[in-house]
């Protein structure tokens, strides 16, 4: 550890020295299935959560997540039930304010057959689900935070923790406390695992969007008088296919599911679309919706039929800005000073990063562990990161204090 003054070298060695009790946490915290739809787990997952970073000061409260609608396959509008959001608020008046995000959800339901720990390699890699992405991400900020509190530079330094319980279904019940949280900060860091096994970081991002379109027809006898009815099933292709034509390099467009439909001998009077879009740049996302509002409406025009759009741009793109390239900084230099060789990519993927950095805070979003196979039942954690990437946190907020 080279570089590192005093008060630097005791906050990196009290982060590291935090390895047992992080993996003992990240151990905990695994082995209650939390996924997102299962709310009975993310209360769970929450209650320990919440007796966790009760170690810190501040005022801890669960927040009530913001009412959700979807659309059911019969173009009904329904509410989505979501878990409560962890939030604390710690030294308010500082002089200076950052954030520090994480999700407790993972992409694995209550009758998912990956359930259990599993240790790939003894002590060294650890299997189970979330491990990775990201309760091993969550010890790795409460031991950074902890290791810092206990600095001398602890007074000056205020900050948010958000834990919400629905990242891995677009953070829409919790898009506005991120939004809240995000308000007037310096800088935040998000515990999302590296985007490679090496540490590899999430540089830019792109934005993503889910939008389900209704369409509602006329229905008619297929033999009798077919042209008197308005085919939703042919419209609803209609406009898959004007929206997968305006795919580009810069901007992914998935038509992924059609619903409704009707016997062989009845014209469909319903149809819904579901359709993914992933922009590059703000200007790609501008030329989405203009793209989606086109589509429709000429679909709507050509077909008689009437269509219902639901959804939107839930993750904004998340472009590389001079104050994001400055975070980074601090971040590699950071890592040299403690042996770990930190670089950073471009990522098609999406996080609560891009919602923060919309925001014009700049945010580094996988400060959590090296691991891999995410979102699979491969889903692993190198153990060793967990001591490496806290060190790193908490000489980063450092720096960033002292910048």
């Known amino acids: 550890m080279q570089g590192l003054n005093e008060t630097e070298r005791t906050a990196v060695e009290r982060a590291m020295g935090a390895q047992s009790a992080m993996l003992r946490d990240t151990m905990k915290w695994a082995k209650i299935n939390s996924g997102s739809r ?6 769970a997952v929450a209650d320990e959560l919440a007796d966790a970073f009760s170690s810190l000061p501040g005022d801890l409260e669960m927040v009530e997540p913001t009412t959700v609608t979807a659309v059911d396959d019969k173009g009904g509008e329904y ?29 694995f339901p209550v009758d ?35 290791a810092v509190e206990q600095s001398a530079d602890a007074q000056r330094i205020g900050y948010e923790v958000m834990i919400n319980s629905d990242e891995e279904v677009g953070s829409l019940s919790s898009a506005a406390l991120i939004a809240r949280c995000a308000e007037g900060k310096r800088a935040a860091l998000t515990y999302e695992p590296s985007a490679l096994p090496d540490g590899t970081l999430a540089g830019a991002r792109g934005g993503s969007g889910n939008f389900s379109f ?3 027809g006329k229905s008619a006898h297929a033999g009798r008088n077919p042209r008197d009815g308005r085919n939703a099933l042919v419209a609803a292709a209609d406009l898959a296919l004007r929206l997968k034509a305006g795919m ?16 062989n001998n009845v014209v469909p009077d319903l149809a819904i679309l579901r359709v993914n879009l992933r922009p590059v740049s703000t200007e790609d996302q501008a030329r989405a919706e ?4 086109q589509s429709a409406a000429a679909v709507a025009k050509e077909h008689e039929v009437a269509i219902e759009r639901h959804g939107g741009f839930a993750r904004p793109p998340k472009p590389m800005t001079p104050p994001m390239e400055e975070l980074f900084g601090i971040v590699k230099k950071a890592g040299a000073d403690l042996g770990q060789e930190i670089g950073w990519k471009a990522t098609g ?12 805070v700049p945010v580094v979003d996988t400060m959590g562990v090296r691991g891999g196979a995410i979102h699979s039942p491969d889903e692993f954690l190198i153990v060793e990161s967990l001591a490496e990437r806290a060190a790193l946190s908490a000489l980063t907020i450092l720096r960033i204090a002292n910048s």
């Open 38 to 43: 299962n709310l009975e787990g993310l209360a």
């Open 79 to 107: 509410e989505l039930p979501h878990g409560k959001h962890l939030h604390m608020r710690v030294r308010p008046d500082a002089p200076l304010q950052l954030l520090f995000t994480g999700h407790m959800d993972t992409v």
């Open 112 to 146: 998912h057959p990956f359930q259990n720990l599993d240790w790939l390699e003894p002590e060294k890699v650890l299997g189970g689900p979330g491990v990775a992405d990201m309760k091993g991400g969550i010890a790795v900020m409460l031991a950074a935070l902890q």
């Open 214 to 216: 209704t369409i509602r």
């Open 248 to 263: 580009d390099d810069t901007l992914s467009v998935n038509p992924a599911k059609i619903d409704g439909g009707s016997p």
């Open 290 to 293: 203009t793209l989606l509002e």
């Open 349 to 360: 993927g999406v996080c609560d990063g891009n919602n923060i950095a919309a925001k014009k």
